[in-house]
């Protein structure tokens, strides 16, 4: 009798493995509906969600949620404050991404041209290595590190560079008690944590350009600059525009940093916090929050037409 219900069950699983072979969309769609099923109701959904909350607004008086449809959040985001923060956050997310883009090539460069064996092992273990640890970690190492007691500060004490240091922070904007407390010292822990994004995208667009390419271009008289200006460079840009896709966007969001180096002048993350944790007004959360998610969808549509997405 066991042998016979084995017997039926392995007939059963026989005839649905070949009815799903011999059916290979029907066993695609079986195969991605789970993360379908997930990207549509949790990710998807949950925008939706916030999308739809950024329409209704926090009646001042009782505290509560109004679900009335209405635009006043969207303009008070043209409130100079606000204004100020979206600026803020965009024009940080820009110098990161400049920043990390020109630390990053060389590099890049280096590895994917130059390096061997175990040297290229070590470079890129090198690189991925800060990722092993935690963000957290890192963030405090730099507020240590560029505290007023930090390395940085005794450092240009020693060499005599500390009337360097107290121009810098008298500067208006980036500067501030101390780098640990300043634009500037965000802007170093900024580009220092999403410089792995930006270098493996490039190394991996500069790889695949074939050498026939500079060898003909060295053949045909150019020289080793304007072969790496017309030749390798414009290849290399996808891998650029794919590398900033991480830096421009998790700057953008983060409220981390800004809450540890950071002074009185909010970013977008922290303001969505605020909003959202503090003061419970959840539709104008909804609404800051909608900004970046507007600004990467612009930026990942004009990213997408040349080609960086073939990088990642």
Do not use: C
Request: hydrophobic share 55%; aromatic share 12%; proline share 5%.
């Amino acid at each position: 009798m066991t042998e016979t219900i084995q017997l039926s069950r392995r007939s059963t699983l026989q005839r649905i493995s070949t009815y799903l072979y011999t059916h290979p969309n029907l066993l695609l769609a079986l195969l991605f509906s789970l993360p379908l099923l997930y990207m549509l109701i949790v990710y998807i959904g949950s925008l939706a969600g916030m999308l739809v909350n950024s329409f209704f607004r926090l009646d001042e008086f009782s505290g509560k949620v109004v679900r009335e449809f209405t635009l006043k959040n969207y303009l008070d985001l043209l409130k100079p404050t606000n204004r100020d923060i979206v600026l803020r956050t965009v024009g940080m997310a820009i110098a990161v991404t400049l920043a990390d883009a020109a630390l990053a090539f060389p590099l890049a460069y280096y590895i994917a041209r130059f390096a061997q064996g175990r040297a290229r092992a070590l470079l890129y273990l090198a690189v991925i290595l800060p990722l092993w640890s935690s963000y957290l970690v890192r963030v405090y190492s730099w507020k240590l590190i560029l505290a007023k007691e930090g390395i940085v500060s005794w450092l240009l004490a020693k060499i005599g560079l500390t009337w360097l240091l107290d121009g810098i922070l008298s500067l208006p904007v980036i500067g501030g008690p101390s780098l640990s407390i300043s634009m500037i010292g965000m802007f170093i822990a900024f580009t220092y944590i999403w410089l792995p994004y930006m270098i493996l995208p490039i190394q991996a667009a500069l790889e695949r350009v074939p050498r026939s390419l500079l060898e003909a271009s060295a053949d045909l008289g150019a020289r080793p600059g304007e072969t790496f200006r017309t030749v390798l460079l414009p290849l290399a840009i996808p891998g650029v525009i794919a590398g900033s896709i991480f830096t421009f966007s998790l700057t953008l969001g983060d409220f981390i940093v800004p809450s540890v180096l950071g002074n009185s002048s909010f970013f977008i993350g922290q303001a969505v916090l605020s909003h959202q944790g503090t003061s419970g007004n959840i539709p104008f959360a909804a609404t800051f929050t909608v900004v970046p998610v507007v600004i990467m969808l612009i930026y990942l549509t004009l990213a997408r037409r040349t080609g960086a997405f073939e990088a990642l």
